[in-house]
């Protein structure tokens, strides 16, 4: 981050702690988030450790808790499969432990029914007549959004 005149900013770790505070009540974040912020901020080696340590001791940064927020809300709002929840994680850095309880605290009801209603809406916006071509469209659309290949042609047979 650079400050109005063009040099690095660079905060003393009193300050980085203070800010780094501040950037996990705003929303829940990674480590791998806050590492690199503080590393944006100037902090370095041992300071930027000590600094996570505070964060994670003061309950500020936990991992498991950010996993589990990250995969409801991008369930519940966005409509995210499993699958694409997964990668979201994995590029934030969440170890794969504590990404697979994330993953398996998303309930298998509501996870089957919002398929379903996403297959409903698509299929009704889809203008293709061709039957094949048809349910192609809706089985790609729906790996996009990240569900799991079985569990779409499990819901499509059963529409």
């Not at 009801?109 to 916006?125: G, N």
């Amino acid at each position: 981050m650079k400050s109005g005149n063009g040099e690095p900013r660079i905060l003393d770790k009193k300050q980085a702690l203070a800010k780094a505070e501040s950037f996990c009540v705003y929303q829940e974040r990674s480590q791998k988030e806050v590492r690199y912020k503080l590393v944006e901020w100037g902090i370095r080696g041992d300071e930027l450790e000590e600094i996570l340590s505070d964060l994670i001791v003061n309950n500020f940064l936990n991992e498991e808790r950010f996993a589990k927020s990250y995969a409801s809300g991008k369930f519940n709002i966005k409509k995210w499969g499993r699958i694409k929840i997964k990668q979201g994680l994995k590029l934030k850095g969440v170890p794969d432990r504590i990404l697979q309880k994330a993953l398996y605290s998303l309930d298998d009801e509501d996870y089957e029914q919002t398929l379903r209603q996403l297959a409903i809406k698509k299929e009704e916006s889809l203008t293709e007549k061709d039957k094949i071509k048809r349910k192609y469209k809706l089985v790609t659309y729906l790996q996009g959004k990240g569900f799991e290949r079985d569990l779409i042609y499990e819901v499509l047979k059963t529409d």
